[in-house]
C-alpha cells in the first residue's frame, strides 16, 4: 500500500493540518470519509519516529550532566532547550573555589526588624483592664479588620510599642486616641474621621478583640519588632522616607524609629501603670496638653540630645557613636579603616596639594546613629 503522504515530506504538522482540513462546501460524506482515513496515515506515520526517539533519552533525568558532557553551548533551536543548555554549560564548569558573598553581608536598604518588643501586660483597676481592651480592639478592628491576623497582631503591637516609648503617652487609650481633639492631627484617623460612627460588624469585632486581649496579656508580634508607624499602601506620608523601613504586612507598610530614638532600651513596658482615660476621642477643641508628635522631630530631637550628651561627657567616655556593624569579612581587613582617609597629600602634612575645603575628605559627616 502506497501512503498518500510520503514519510519523508518536510512539511510541518501545522501544513499537514492546513492542507488536510481545507475541502470544499457541499462535499459528501463519501469524500470526508477517504479524508479520515488519509488523517490516520499521516498520524500514524508522524506517531512511528516520535516514539522511536524517546529511546536516545533513557537513562537521563532531569538536572544532571551526563558524563563527558562537553563544557561549551550548542545552537538550539527552542528557547527552552537554550535555557538548559545554558544551565548544563554553568553546572559541569561551576567548581568548589568560586567564590562567595559573605555571610553577613547585606543591601544598605535592608533595615532588620530589630529586637522584639518585650511584653506589655495590662495592669491597674478592672475598669482599667477594659477601657485598654476596648481602645486597642477599637484600633485594631477600624484600622485592621479586614487584615489576616498577621496584620491585626502588627497594629496591636504598634500601639503597645508607642506605649512603651516616652514620646508617647503611658496608656493604651491615650495612645489611641492622642491628637483625636483635633480635625485634622490625630495618630490613628479612625478617631477623627467619623469612622467610630459606624456600627461594628460583630463577628469582625470579636476577632479584633480576640487580638487585643492576647496581646494585652503578653503576646509580642516579633516580626515588626519597635514598630511605631504604620501607613497603608495608598499613602505616602511624609515621614516614610526619614523613618526606617521594616517590611509590610498584608496591607500596611511598618517603620521604626532610626538613630537614638529607635533603641531598644528606650522601650520599657513596665511604665504601664493603668489610669486609663475613657476609650472615647475627647471633645473637639478641648486642650488635652499632649500635641501629636512629629516622628521626625522625635528623631531629631534624641539625636540632638545624645549629641549634647556626648559632647558634655566627662574625660574618659567616647565622644561618638560607635562606627557601624559591618559584616565579619570586612570586619576582619579593617572594617572602619577601609573607608575613612587617613593620608590625603595636602590635609595632614599641610603641602599645599589638596585646598583646605576638601582637606576632610573620606571622613564622616556625622557618625551614623548620632
Same mark, same amino acid.
Given at each position: ?33 477517504? #479524508? ?38 550548542? #545552537? ?17 564548569? /561551576? ?10 553581608? #547585606? ?5 532588620? /526588624?530589630? =529586637? ?9 483597676? /478592672?475598669?482599667?483592664?477594659? +477601657?485598654? @481592651? ?11 479588620? &479586614?487584615? =489576616? ?32 481633639? !483635633? ?16 456600627? =461594628?460588624?460583630? @463577628? ?6 480576640? %487580638? ?18 504604620? #501607613? ?13 523601613? *521594616?517590611?509590610? *504586612? ?20 513596665? %511604665?504601664? !501603670? ?13 486642650? &488635652?496638653?499632649?500635641?501629636? =508628635?512629629?516622628?521626625?522631630? *522625635? ?7 545624645? +549629641? &549634647?550628651?556626648?559632647?558634655? /561627657?566627662?574625660?574618659?567616655?567616647? &565622644? ?17 579603616? @577601609? ?25 564622616? *559627616?556625622? +557618625?551614623?546613629?548620632?
Amino acid at each position: 500500500m502506497t501512503l498518500a503522504v510520503p514519510l519523508d515530506c518536510d512539511l510541518s504538522p501545522r501544513d499537514f493540518h492546513a492542507r488536510l482540513s481545507r475541502r470544499a462546501r457541499g462535499i459528501g460524506a463519501r469524500r470526508r470519509g477517504r #479524508h479520515r482515513g488519509r488523517r490516520a496515515l499521516v498520524l500514524a506515520a508522524l506517531a512511528v519516529p516520535a516514539i522511536a526517539a524517546a529511546q536516545d533519552w533513557s537513562g537521563f533525568a532531569t538536572g544532571q550532566v551526563p558524563v563527558g558532557a562537553p563544557t561549551t553551548t550548542r #545552537h538550539v533551536a527552542t528557547a527552552s532547550a537554550a535555557v538548559a543548555s545554558w544551565t548544563l554549560f554553568d553546572l559541569a564548569r /561551576a567548581g568548589a573555589d568560586e567564590p562567595r558573598l559573605d555571610a553577613g553581608a #547585606h543591601w544598605d536598604n535592608e533595615v532588620p /526588624a530589630g =529586637p522584639a518588643a518585650r511584653a506589655l501586660r495590662a495592669g491597674g483597676t /478592672a475598669l482599667d483592664q477594659m +477601657r485598654a @481592651l476596648t481602645c486597642l480592639t477599637q484600633a485594631v478592628y477600624y484600622e485592621a479588620a &479586614s487584615e =489576616p491576623d498577621a496584620g491585626q497582631r502588627a497594629v496591636a503591637q504598634v500601639v503597645l510599642n508607642r506605649g512603651a516609648h516616652p514620646a508617647y503617652p503611658k496608656t493604651v487609650c491615650g495612645v489611641v486616641y492622642r491628637g483625636a481633639e !483635633r480635625p485634622t492631627g490625630c495618630q490613628f484617623t479612625f478617631t477623627c474621621d467619623g469612622a467610630l460612627a459606624r456600627m =461594628p460588624n460583630r @463577628l469582625a469585632w470579636l476577632r479584633a478583640e480576640n %487580638v487585643a486581649r492576647a496581646a494585652l496579656a503578653g503576646f509580642v508580634y516579633a516580626p515588626v519588632g519597635l514598630a511605631t508607624h504604620y #501607613h497603608t499602601f495608598a499613602v505616602h506620608p511624609y515621614w516614610a522616607d526619614t523613618l526606617n523601613f *521594616i517590611g509590610q *504586612i498584608g496591607a500596611h507598610r511598618f517603620y521604626r524609629f532610626g538613630g537614638p530614638a529607635g533603641a531598644s532600651g528606650l522601650f520599657n513596658p513596665a %511604665v504601664y !501603670r493603668g489610669g486609663e482615660p475613657v476609650a472615647a476621642p475627647p471633645p473637639r477643641g478641648a486642650p &488635652s496638653g499632649l500635641a501629636a =508628635p512629629d516622628p521626625v522631630a *522625635i528623631e531629631r530631637a534624641y539625636a540632638q540630645g545624645l +549629641r &549634647s550628651a556626648l559632647a558634655n /561627657a566627662p574625660a574618659g567616655v567616647p &565622644s561618638r557613636a560607635a562606627a557601624p556593624d559591618y559584616a565579619p569579612d570586612l570586619a576582619a581587613r579593617g572594617g572602619d579603616a @577601609l573607608y575613612t582617609a587617613r593620608a590625603l597629600p595636602g590635609g595632614a602634612t599641610g603641602s599645599g596639594a589638596v585646598r583646605p575645603e576638601y582637606a576632610n575628605a573620606g571622613q564622616w *559627616i556625622a +557618625r551614623p546613629g548620632s
